[in-house]
């Protein structure tokens, strides 16, 4: 007999974008091989997708790393990291423009624009940063017609900028996630919030999960209550008098982490209509005030968010890569005139 206790971590509905599975082989359990075991046991998984989670040490037997033909022993724990699974839904290629930072035959890092959505859901059906990478990436194995798999480690939100890697191959695919899952990877993000932080250099931490209230949004639980573990190390780089610029570094990649953990701790995201950041919080009744406010609002229409850097190990050369992008110009812009602002704050007119 080969029942099994089955525990299941899925993180689709994160920034990170994996799924963690763990098996224990029953005591009757006979010698299998563990491509076979993990085949019988996993809905719509393929044997080979499998077999190329094994190659980038993603599955585990009583915490060591095993090839696909290991046999499976009674009582053997065994857990598997893998990637986003295949897109349901056919994807029909768009030839939308790409930033590409880097690309080999093994991965492609973009700089992601405002406004894109990276994965299609919730009405964007069309126009996503998959739908790019179709057209871009057809003829690598992940995108091939019929077997599209997007290559998705992390995502950004729509209006959030910045750094991002996607995989081209499936073994690739498998050493990322699993980067991403052990938190090996190293990612930066900028920052625009109202307010300065107190300490300006510190960590957030606080359970992160649903609003019970707005589906929409998400909820920090700092009593563990519910939601998943996060943690944003964060330092205030530039202080602007009633907002500053802030490097966060992430731990944990869930969706809207950033967004709100800085609501959590009263400094919403600058002009982040999600999160309380797309009104004036900080700073004088003047008339002119206020319409400084408006004239920065118009000219970064999202939340001040950027995904600066991202450093991770390349799937087939182990080489540590480390990727940068400038503030974009939207972001440059506004802090430019808070810059202005903070020189000539001794005017009592503003």
Not at 104 to 116: F, T
Not at 296 to 317: G, K, Y
């Amino acid at each position: 007999m080969t029942n099994r206790n089955h525990s299941e971590e899925t993180c689709n509905d994160s920034q990170d974008l994996f799924e963690h599975f763990r098996f224990e082989a029953d005591p009757g359990q006979a010698l299998l091989r563990i491509d076979k075991f993990l085949t019988n046991r996993m809905q719509n998984t393929s044997r080979s997708r499998i077999q190329a989670a094994a190659q980038a040490g993603n599955i585990l037997v009583n915490n060591q790393p095993v090839k696909s033909n290991y046999k499976v022993k009674p009582g053997d724990i065994i857990s598997i990291v893998l990637a986003y699974p295949p897109v349901e839904k056919e994807i029909i290629p768009e030839n939308i423009p790409l930033n590409i930072v880097y690309e080999d035959k093994h991965l492609i890092v973009i700089n992601k624009e405002a406004g894109m959505v990276v994965h299609p859901g919730h009405g964007n059906y069309s126009g996503t940063l998959v739908h790019a990478l179709a057209y871009h990436l057809k003829d690598a194995p992940l995108f091939k017609p019929g077997e599209l798999r997007p290559g998705l480690v992390h995502r950004l939100d729509r209006y959030t900028t910045g750094i991002m890697v996607v995989a081209k191959t499936e073994v690739a695919l498998n050493h990322l996630a699993n980067q991403f899952y052990n938190r090996t990877t190293d990612r930066k993000y900028m920052a625009l919030v109202w307010g300065i932080p107190d300490p300006e250099e510190g960590i957030i931490e606080g359970n992160i999960g649903r609003n019970p209230k707005d589906r929409i949004r998400m909820h920090v639980f700092p009593d563990g209550s519910d939601g998943k573990p996060a943690v944003t190390h964060y330092r205030v780089t530039e202080k602007l008098g009633y907002v500053s610029l802030v490097e966060c570094k992430l731990e944990t990649g869930r969706t809207h982490q950033i967004r709100v953990h800085f609501q959590h701790i009263r400094h919403p995201l600058f002009n982040d209509p999600v999160y309380g950041g797309d009104r004036i919080l900080k700073g004088t009744t003047f008339s002119k005030y206020k319409q400084f406010i408006e004239n920065c609002f118009r000219i970064l229409p999202r939340q001040a968010l950027h995904a600066r850097s991202l450093a991770f190990d390349h799937p087939v050369t182990r080489k540590r890569m480390v990727f940068d992008s400038e503030l974009p110009d939207d972001m440059q812009q506004v802090i430019g005139k808070w810059r202005n602002y903070l020189s000539g704050r001794q005017d009592d007119t503003i």
